[in-house]
């Protein structure tokens, strides 16, 4: 019993409808059917009947929601197998799609190379430089309001709000 549990609490992380939710939804919805038939038998209250319709209704669509998903995902790991067949590609988990270029060996290791046959040979351009890096001054960086004339401000408001 603990097991299913414990079972439940993984599967809902898992993504997807796992067999132990399923089987915890339905014997929910099977637990709340038992309840709407109890109170419909001590009210005779067509409230009851109508609930009961709508609990099954739910949970006939829940359960073939889940149905619908399972074909789905059978489908759908179908046309990956017939695609790692028809291309040949080993089953695993860390599959890529097409070729994959074989990795080139950068100029940058080899001895005597320039920056720019580095660039040309990892396919990549080189970045000019467009102009010089000006160092600010000090007045330029700091802001002409401060943060303590900001709150003097509100302050000034507020008392003529406040008259």
């Known amino acids: 019993m603990s097991s299913f549990f414990v079972e439940l ?4 992380f898992t993504p997807g409808p796992t067999p132990t939710i399923l089987k915890a939804t339905n014997i929910t919805f099977a637990a709340l059917q038992l309840v709407l038939l109890s109170l419909l038998a ?4 067509v409230h009851f009947v109508v609930l009961s319709v ?3 209704g739910l949970w ?12 789905a995902q059978a489908q759908e790991e179908e046309k990956q197998q017939q695609r ?11 599959e890529v799609e097409g070729r994959v270029p074989a990795r080139r060996t950068s ?10 046959a580095a660039a040309k040979a990892d396919d990549a351009e080189p970045v000019e430089a467009r102009g010089e ?8 960086s700091m802001s002409s309001v401060s943060t303590e004339d900001e709150w ?6 507020e008392r003529e709000k406040e008259k």
């Open 84 to 94: 790692k067949h028809k291309l040949g590609v080993p089953a695993s988990d860390t």
């Open 133 to 140: 890096l000006k160092q600010r001054s000090l007045a330029e």
């Open 60 to 71: 006939w669509s829940v359960n073939w929601f889940a149905r619908e998903l399972r074909v």
């Open 152 to 157: 003097e401000r509100v302050s000034e408001n």
């Open 107 to 116: 100029a940058r290791n080899k001895k005597g190379a320039s920056a720019a």
């Open 42 to 45: 001590a009210t005779y209250s």
């Open 9 to 12: 609490w993984e599967g809902i």
């Open 54 to 56: 709508l609990c099954g």
